[in-house]
């Protein structure tokens, strides 16, 4: 899921100015990532430069390329790696967007919207598959081991995206076993992409893990805020309808925070999941969640996984500048006016 | 695309007996698969055992753990290198039977049949991932090379899937197009899985380059087959309807060669295929082809591609017995009476 959607030509409101380190990342990532497109078959060439048209912020990229900064490592070591967490971001929102049936992705048709569900799913192959050559094709030990974690982020982010579509299914969710959903789907590639920058700009291995723990840590406090906008965003800025999640039974962490509180607010709410839920009854769910706390509650949680996240930053030696355009970043793509 | 497509518990009428090579390998890979694929997400374990349920002959797999036996190289280096090259060609039957709405596969429903289209599309992005965190988890210098050739035949594989189904919208391809593409969406797969063993095995680029072309043109001949049988294959053996090829529009070989031999059949040809053609149009269709010696020509290139096979043996010193069954494989996958 984009991090902030970044309409082609629509005015956004976004409080927290984006941080200037990720409007560097996107100069240096954009030229390498169409060098690498241009690698595609020319039959999938269309499709995923469509897709990529529709922007994005790159969070990825800059997590990738401050993450080196902060070990000291220079851009051009970087740029490799945010190109393949960037290709592995990307295929990964061309197959979800066909799993949930979204035909728009950063306001323009979905790909596999405008070209078939068979483009998008091979569109997204491709993308999985050149993520891993740009970072094998002249294998260094670094390459090779930004690889590595690279194979184990996507291979964690799929085991998430396959636990959450198998919450849909079901009645009760812990907390625990949502935010562990969220540590893997969406955790997983934040910290790779910091321990990516750390490694491939030459850090030792105590270094990445540090910068890994923020960027798992960062992961979490952005879903829980994407978790919380699913409920009580604002339509005109998340670009979803109101109770999107709670549409589409979602167990995210509102319902799985309502579930635990229990009570008579958590019997309404399983009873209105229970079944296929209508406008009215997303607003009554709303309100009862709103009531219990789960709001407040689900930004607690955010709160803290930013707040760890932050002090990971402290546990290793890091680049003055770059420790804090990661800070920066951090509140960032944690707002909660987006 | 299963090879021998092996039914759970049904009779089938293969001429050629299994070559014991085959046999081995499965019997050393089923259970490394099986143990790979218990670090999938619980909620995908039930849809990849269903998949896996329906059996296969394990080519690719026995082609990694001859190829490695073929340098001298010791099976239980070579397992890890089977497993990779098995999880990323049934990633690909996954998706693949998605894209062409093919609701069973070996006898059995396909997973996007029985499970829905999510997770097929989850699982497949699933045993992609984990086929390079089987090489690199414990990376050494030739697991790095091996999942190095694999990320590159895993990316050709799609980029020839991806023109397999641009080819479906044209009119015309020719028969160069059509071999580029086949070597790229079967070849490539066959030609790393050589290789990889090779290279496992401790052979030097030069022996693996060698098993590589047997493998590449193998995949080639194996298709050119795939592609005979797909217009002229006996609906009792291949498990598809008459003519199944012609009726998806499909631009194999068949098709390609009728349109470069030209004249009216191949004007007919181009009309029956400009629209969604019916039994009598591809009744009709394959009469045309019969009659132009299409079914000829075709089977002339897959005897070309299995004699380059060979031949790419006999460049480099192997030991005796896996050349031996190397040769056995080619005459097994590229036998016409399956």
């Not at 198998?166 to 076993?177: D, I, K, L, W, Y």
């Not at 910068?211 to 965003?233: N, P």
Request: net charge negative.
């Amino acid at each position: 899921m984009s991090l902030v959607p970044q309409g082609a030509g629509r005015a956004h409101s976004v409080q927290v100015p984006v941080p200037r380190a990720l409007a560097r990342a996107s100069s240096l990532l954009v030229p390498a990532l169409l060098a690498a497109i241009d690698r595609l078959d020319p039959s999938l060439q269309g499709p995923v430069r469509h897709h990529l048209a529709g922007g994005g912020k790159h969070v990825r990229a800059g997590l990738v390329l401050v993450g080196a900064a902060a070990v000291g490592g220079r851009d051009e070591e970087a740029v490799p790696g945010a190109v393949a967490v960037e290709l592995v971001h990307n295929y990964s929102l061309l197959h979800d967007d066909i799993i949930d049936r979204d035909r728009e992705r950063r306001h323009l048709p979905a790909v596999w919207a405008q070209f078939g569900e068979g483009v998008a799913i091979v569109a997204g192959d491709a993308l999985s598959a050149l993520a891993t050559k740009v970072l094998l094709d002249t294998p260094t030990s670094r390459s090779v081991e930004a690889a590595r974690r690279l194979a184990d982020a996507n291979f964690q982010m799929i085991s998430g995206q396959s636990a959450d579509m198998a919450f849909e299914a079901r009645t009760q969710v812990s907390v625990e076993e949502c935010l562990a959903m969220e540590r893997a789907k969406t955790g997983a590639l934040l910290s790779a992409a910091c321990a990516i920058g750390a490694v491939l700009g030459g850090a030792d291995g105590r270094a990445a893990d540090a910068l890994g723990t923020y960027g798992e840590h960062l992961g979490i406090a952005f879903q829980a805020v994407d978790d919380l906008l699913g409920v009580w965003g604002d339509p005109s800025t998340t670009g979803k309808p109101v109770g999107a999640d709670l549409l589409a039974r979602k167990k995210a962490l509102p319902v799985a925070v309502a579930f635990e509180r229990g009570g008579e607010a958590a019997e309404e709410l399983a009873a209105i999941l229970s079944h296929a839920p209508e406008a009215g009854d997303v607003a009554r769910a709303t309100l009862l969640m709103e009531r219990a706390g789960v709001r407040d509650a689900v930004a607690a949680i955010a709160d803290e996984h930013l707040h760890e996240a932050l002090e990971a930053l402290e546990r290793v030696h890091l680049e003055a500048k770059p420790k804090e355009e990661l800070v920066e970043i951090a509140r960032y793509v944690t707002a909660r006016d987006r």
